[in-house]
């Protein structure tokens, strides 16, 4: 699982004089930049995402190795707008329609640009695809048992790391729709760690066929957040960069944090599951309890659950944890009962 930097956050618990040596938004109103988002601008947000064209184009199966008797496994590439992003795809052998199930992998600004999976050969028939797109300025990596695929890197920013990030699972979930007849893209399911908890929310907030939900140690609130950490190298590459640099007006920035926070548009989440780390110091549990606090006052807090794991941090929430996958199998496996086209 990737994780972010927590230099300043560190230096933000323990009063470290470091981190006050230069304030990058000095200059700039911080009152208005991280107001809480108005019902405009969080309506604003919502019909960009509806005018979006997410369409891709040239889609194509690059490569593809059989596993054995049972599985394949196959790198897809796909144009969006300008530019030509990866997935990597594991399917079962089958003429029956079958779920496809997301994995999305987190992010650094000091890290490999991959989107990278081990997967264990199953030992019985697997009941769904596997999707792991390279999304935007990234590779895909999965190994399957002794074999493994990789991409070439996918065009475009890999900063542009949570509503863009989103735009490229949707493609990918038509792109895969477009190239297995066995993909029943109506029943998806999608799971992601750190970054990629925050983009499985996204996902399943932007798209109705996503059916299942389940993010691990995540972020929700991108306004509070980068308002407290935006001196850290992460917040401001993802957010604030352009309004430094004079490239980005105020209500802009503010547009791509409200777009990257699940708890502003958490009604529309499908079942959920939220998963966290007691003491993890940088997708701090306090982010889930909101996010389940916001969808139980907006009438959905009969789609969510939330789990948090005591003595877990971000680096080892799912290391060895045999009772968040206990959870996220059976919570996923309730799709499985449900017929093609329901």
């Given amino acids: ?28 109103d911080k009152a208005a930049l991280f107001a809480q988002p108005t019902a405009a601008e969080i309506d604003a947000v919502k019909q960009a995402w509806a005018q979006r064209n997410l369409k891709p184009e040239q889609v194509t199966i690059e490569e593809s190795q059989q596993i054995n008797t049972k599985l394949s496994a196959h790198i897809i590439s796909f144009q969006l707008g ?6 990597a795809v594991l399917t079962p052998v089958t003429d029956q329609r079958i779920p496809v199930l997301f ?12 989107n990278s999976i081990k997967i264990k050969l199953p030992g019985e028939d697997l009941p769904f695809m596997y999707i ?9 990596s999965m190994e399957v048992g002794d074999k493994r695929l990789k991409s070439p890197l996918s065009g475009g920013s890999r900063f542009d790391a949570f509503d863009g990030a989103t735009d490229d699972v949707i493609a990918s979930l038509n792109a895969v729709g477009y190239l297995f007849q066995q993909a029943d893209i109506g029943r998806a399911m999608i799971r992601g760690g750190s970054r990629g908890g ?19 140690a995540f972020n929700s609130d991108f306004i509070a ?39 502003y548009f958490c009604n529309r989440l499908p079942k959920t599951q939220l998963h966290c780390g007691q003491n993890d110091r940088i997708t701090p549990a306090t982010q889930a309890e909101l996010l389940f606090n916001e969808m139980k006052k907006s009438g959905a807090g009969d789609r969510v659950a939330l789990f948090i794991y005591p003595d877990r941090d971000h680096n ?13 199998n059976t919570f996923f496996n309730e799709l499985l009962q449900v017929q093609p086209g329901r």
């Fill in 1 to 28: 699982m990737k994780t972010y930097s927590v230099f300043c956050l560190i230096c933000l618990v323990f009063g470290l004089p470091s981190c006050k040596k230069k304030d990058l938004l000095k200059g700039f």
């Fill in 82 to 87: 300008n530019i030509k992003e990866y997935a």
């Fill in 103 to 114: 994995y999305i992998g987190g992010f650094g600004t000091d890290q490999e640009p991959v």
């Fill in 132 to 140: 792991v797109p390279a999304m935007k300025g990234q590779y895909v």
């Fill in 198 to 216: 925050t983009v499985a929310l996204l996902a399943g907030i932007r798209d109705q066929r996503f059916k299942r939900v389940a993010p691990v």
């Fill in 225 to 263: 957040l980068t308002a407290a950490l935006y001196n850290d190298p992460t917040y401001k590459r993802q957010f604030i960069e352009a309004l430094i640099n004079g490239t980005a007006t105020i209500a802009e920035t503010r547009k791509r944090m409200i777009a990257a926070s699940p708890v």
């Fill in 316 to 328: 080892n929430i799912a290391t060895g944890n045999a009772e968040l996958e206990n959870r996220i």
